[in-house]
């Protein structure tokens, strides 16, 4: 925040010297212009007074006018010449004309590199406070089952347990060591997708056989948060996608709706999918805490979490939903999802090409 | 170590974190409810006392320095520990401005954390038994009064003044010795018992917020005089 501040401060201070150093280069050349229109004009003076002398001497008009070229010579009358006159104030005005343009061009070009400069500067303080924020919320999603795993350490240290409440208190260790592998894990897929490292497979997944497996490795966290997960998926139903990166959708997804069903107390997830035309669509349902629709937008977004410390249990690092738009780009496909409010539920439609068979 | 009589409520949306914390409680005698809810545990104080709080920050619901708050503002004098992964110097503040009575940053030692605890209940059970045992919960000075279980009080020109518990026990520590010289230190170690601030000063403001509720011309105090250097001494209208 104080490099953009001090560059504002000296964008402003460079555009207003730009801006007085090209006032004073139009005020300037209208002095000099002036100026030599004056001396011109004296000049003429000048020379009108000597053909006047000349013509009154008795020299012929014709010699004057050979001597003079500039005036306008006649037995009569000695004028400048229209022509000279003219070409005199529009070298003037030229000239004029030429610095306006020159110095309008260097203030946008001035303006237009600060523009770029400031734009650069701007998704360069944005990386840095995404990375910041980052690391703020990794080391506090850390520190979570990290203290979970040093109570129940110190918990054996300390005191005498039976058997039966040691072997609990490994479990508990076990499964804090997951949630820290999973968060591991999250933090590098999306940090290879950021930086599109990721190469995707294209081949026929058989939907049924992932969705069937990943809910399998839940059943036993929504059993504990009373939560129901039921899921409708056709045997046939195969997608043209990179399994691994199904996988990691499915899981995301599900992972995010348990997420927003267990701070109400408990309810349902439901994954229903159906062949589409050309495409497999896996509709996930739950009876959570929904979001606001003005919210929709955020959702994806590297880091959100809406509903900041609710289940913050199971939010992990908040990349969950962006590795899952991500994936579904990469394979082709696409992700939206809905809510109509707090307190409504939420749906999340997954679209992957199908396999033709 | 046993303790007799204690109830602990514990507000923590972390199962794994909530049930290590709970069993500890209860392997040291104490009674255990738990909350994994920000709202549900200031509801849960409409139907139930509890004498110690321990609260995590990042809550579902509303946050722990919410909580504390909104307890505080409904008139709960329940002693809090903080526990949180947030631990930097302005969020300790925060916490203990919000009304909190320590911090404890996660990950924590379990052995600290139970001394914690038991210093906060320490600290609760002098303040209560030093009320009653001095025949009186009530203090009277140069025309204030103060109600030291009710945390309130009547101030010499007649104004009814609510004090935090920080406050009380300031008062009940000086009261106590009137007269006598007490250190900032003293102050410290009796009314928050731990390195919970990172000065002595804070002693003074709340010395500051005693001389303006109860003192005729608190840039002259009469009643809460500054040792210079060392502490304070406490005067009743007698003794000035």
Known sequence: MKRLRAFQITVLLLVTVAAVQDGYWLFDQHVRGAEKTQGLIKLYDQQRAASRAMLEAGVPVARVKALFPDLSVSAERVVVAPERQAAMLNEQQRRFTQYSWEGGFFLFALCACIGAIFVALRAETRVLNEQEQFLALVSHQFKTPLASLQLSLETMNLRQLPPERSRALMDRMLADLTRMESMVGQILDSSRLSHGRMELKREPVLLDATVSRVVSQYLERAQTDHISIESQVPAQLQVLADPIAVDAVVRNVLENALAAVAPVGGGKVTLIARAVGTEIELAVRDSGIGFRPSDHEQLFRKFSRLNAGAGSSYYGTGLGLFIVQRLMQLSGGRVSASSEGLGSGAQFLLHWPAEQT | ?240
């Open chain 2, 1 to 240: 170590m046993s303790a007799p009589g204690y109830h602990v409520l514990v507000v923590e949306d972390d199962p794994h974190l909530a049930a290590g914390v709970v069993e500890n409680l209860r392997a040291e005698g104490y009674a255990v409810d738990t909350v994994n809810d920000g709202r549900k545990a200031v509801e849960w104080f409409d139907s139930h006392r509890s004498d110690l709080i321990v609260l995590d920050v990042m809550l579902p619901g509303m946050d722990g320095f919410a909580v504390c708050s909104t307890l505080r503002g409904r008139g709960t004098t329940t002693p809090v520990l903080f526990l949180t992964a947030r631990g930097d110097a302005a969020d300790r503040i925060h916490g203990l401005e919000a009304g909190g009575d320590d911090y404890l940053a996660k990950p924590f030692h379990l052995q600290e954390f139970l001394l914690r605890v038991r210093a906060i209940l320490r600290r609760w059970d002098w303040y209560r038994a030093s009320a009653l045992t001095q025949g009186s919960d009530v203090l009277k000075f140069a025309g204030n009064e103060v109600d030291f279980r009710a945390f309130r009080g009547r101030s010499w020109n007649g104004e009814e003044q609510e004090l935090t518990e920080k406050e009380a026990m300031i008062l009940k520590v000086l009261a106590e010795k009137p007269g006598e010289i007490v250190s900032r230190e003293d102050l410290l170690e009796k009314v928050w018992g731990y390195d919970v601030f990172p000065s002595t000063r804070t002693v003074d403001n709340f010395i500051l917020r005693l001389r303006k509720r109860f003192e005729r011309d608190p840039a002259n105090p009469s009643h809460f005089l500054t040792v210079w250097g060392v502490g304070y001494r406490f005067l009743s209208g007698e003794q000035s």
